[in-house]
């Protein structure tokens, strides 16, 4: 609500919208859309349907990354006239790969108070899905369209010891894979969109086999990508990376009876496993299924 004293400042609100589920947003976040003096928004007319949909009946205005310098100067203003405003993206948390950060960086320049409405965010909520390690990671984000800007860029991630979380494209997802294997090697890899929406999906392997998968091919919405870290000791195998394709060749193999060393040395081949990983992992999903079994 606008301060009753024109001296005073507005605040600038970072409001995370839903990401896929209208309902993936919080209740103060609903309170501070209808609350505010302006909401300024990354496409109006995407905002509107949720706004629609919450009956929150306020006036919008367009900040994106064309206009960000003249829409920010007029926002900045208004919060320094005393009005309170929300900054939202089409979709998650404000100043995420987005102009978000050079509104927040004027307002700061000029004494507004920011405060956020934490709430959802694709990278992390991706993440957290993964099963891949997340005590350290790296966000990149959309990496350059130019196709040699993205080649020196990926070519020094190369050595990465964080996992690392990506952003792309429906158009060029699988191109981005071919490039992901080309610089950083056969990692294991997790690939999530539609996040939170009714055809979530999420597929999970090594590069190798994620490339040319028709899963990737057509459909709307953007992707997030997990890649994971680099081991410096060498390829460390792990049950729990294991892929589920993967998981279930080796137990079919198992409950056939093929011994456990013809399928130590089969997934070693094709998998690319040092034969002592292989071994280590049939052995230990044999050593659980026998668990089951007596169970």
């Known amino acids: 609500m606008r301060n009753s004293s024109k001296q005073e400042t507005g605040t600038l609100y970072l409001v995370a919208t839903p990401i896929g589920n209208l ?39 367009s900040y994106h990354d064309h206009n960000k310098e003249k829409s920010a100067g007029n926002i900045i203003k208004k919060l320094s006239a005393g009005w309170d405003v929300a900054l939202v993206s089409d979709a998650g948390t404000p100043g995420i790969s987005d102009p978000g950060f050079y509104m927040v960086r004027l307002a700061r320049k000029n004494g507004i108070q920011v405060t956020a409405c934490p709430g959802a965010c694709a990278a992390v909520t991706a993440l957290s899905i993964s099963g891949i390690p997340s005590d350290k990671f790296s966000f990149f984000g959309f990496l350059p369209v130019k196709k040699g800007k993205r080649k020196n860029f990926l070519k020094n991630l190369a050595n990465e ?3 690392m979380v990506f952003y792309e494209s429906n158009i060029r997802v699988q191109n981005f894979l071919e490039e992901l294997f080309e610089a950083l090697g056969d990692r294991y890899t997790v690939v999530v969109r539609e ?35 680099e081991d410096k000791r060498g390829k460390k195998a792990d049950t729990a990376m294991m ?53």
């Open 23 to 61: 309902k993936d947003i919080t209740f103060r976040a609903v309170e501070t859309l209808k609350s505010v003096d302006l909401i300024a928004a990354e496409d109006t007319r995407h905002t509107r349907k949720l706004l629609t949909h919450y009956e929150i009946k306020n006036r919008l205005v």
């Open 161 to 163: 010891n964080k996992s």
């Open 195 to 229: 996040l939170t929406k009714l055809f979530e999906e999420t597929v999970t392997g090594r590069l190798s086999g994620l490339i040319g998968d028709e899963r990737f091919t057509g459909g709307k919405g953007e992707f997030t990508i997990i890649v994971s870290a």
């Open 243 to 295: 892929s589920a394709e993967l998981k279930g060749e080796i137990l079919s193999l198992l409950e056939s009876g093929t011994p456990l060393k013809v399928i130590s040395l089969r997934i070693s081949e094709v998998y690319d496993f040092s034969k002592k990983e292989s071994y280590a992992l049939c052995l230990e999903l044999k050593s659980r299924q026998d668990r089951s079994n007596k169970s």
